[in-house]
């Protein structure tokens, strides 16, 4: 596993262009059970991914269980969230992760900004705070030139 991230855009140009190469990643692993159930947004992420690499959009649950199996032998993994709550159940489910980075989460009513590219609401935060009780280490970083900062430090603040 290369990268863990969160970013609710899913693929995009920092995603499929920046990240992917800087990390060498072979497959992108979008774990989200709507994305993963819905022919429309599967179609619209293969289309953002590079066809470099191979790309898998899976149920939460299922992202976990081949993983753990070691479905990918070792391709190098870039697995993606859209959401906090989505690398919980993906935690829950016994998936490892060891470090999850928030890439970007946009304004909703009643969110408060963490950095300029992070807005959580309230609910979020006691979401963050369950994954790190997990022992996950959580950094906020844009882009892979950017320093990694952490994540949970800025949100206490």
């Not at 499929?16 to 709507?34: C, F, M």
């Not at 289309?47 to 070792?74: D, F, H, Q, W």
């Not at 489910?93 to 946009?106: C, F, K, L, Q, Y």
């Not at 022992?135 to 990694?148: S, Y």
Request: with cysteine.
């Amino acid at each position: 596993m290369v990268n863990t991230r969160i970013d609710e855009r899913l693929i995009h140009g920092q995603v499929a262009g920046i990240w992917s190469t800087s990390l060498d990643t072979q497959r992108i692993i979008v774990a989200n059970d709507e994305a993963a159930s819905d022919p429309l947004q599967k179609s619209s992420l293969r289309m953002a991914a590079p066809t470099s690499m191979r790309l898998s959009v899976l149920p939460v649950a299922k992202a976990a269980e081949n993983i753990c199996a070691g479905k990918y032998g070792k391709q190098r993994l870039f697995l993606l969230f859209k959401n906090p709550t989505d690398v919980l159940k993906f935690l829950d489910a016994g998936g490892p992760i060891e470090t999850v980075n928030v890439g970007n989460m946009s304004y909703k009513e009643g969110a408060r900004e963490v950095t300029k590219s992070i807005q959580v609401l309230e609910a979020e935060e006691a979401v963050f705070e369950s994954i790190t009780s997990k022992g996950v280490n959580i950094t906020a970083q844009l882009v892979p030139n950017d320093p990694a900062i952490d994540f949970m430090k800025k949100l206490r603040s």
